[in-house]
Nanobody, 121 residues
């Protein structure tokens, strides 16, 4: 069984910072985690990719967050992080983490439950 558990969301003023975490919790068994990432969905908008990091540490960012957001991962803790700085009201959304995981001889994309980030004064 695989679960992605997110934490770190909340409300912050424009220009502030937040750090999101997403831990992959797996029951016993052989597994491998490939690409991990974050997407977000604002009210009335489609879900969009924010950032991703592969198992070699290569990163990819949406143009809207380049230079402000940093994605990283800890493969010992099976956790992906999203450091968000210089936050804007347009960053307000539900943020979802995902991971491409090979577990129990099956490879699939797994998603977290989503966590709210609100940027408002």
């Amino acid at each position: 069984q695989v679960q992605l558990v997110e934490s770190g969301g909340g409300q912050v003023q424009p220009g502030g910072s937040l750090r999101l975490s997403c831990a992959c919790v797996l029951s016993e068994g052989v597994f491998e985690i490939f690409t991990m990432g974050w997407s977000r969905q604002a009210p009335g908008k489609q879900r969009e990719l924010v950032a991703a990091i592969d198992s070699n540490g290569y990163t990819n960012y949406d143009d809207l967050v380049k230079g402000r957001f940093t994605i990283s991962r800890d493969d010992v803790k099976n956790t992906v992080y999203l450091e968000m700085n210089s936050l804007k009201s347009d960053d307000t959304a539900v943020y979802y983490c995902y991971a491409d995981i090979l577990f129990a001889y099956r490879r699939d994309n797994y998603w977290g439950q989503g966590i709210q980030v609100t940027v408002s004064s």
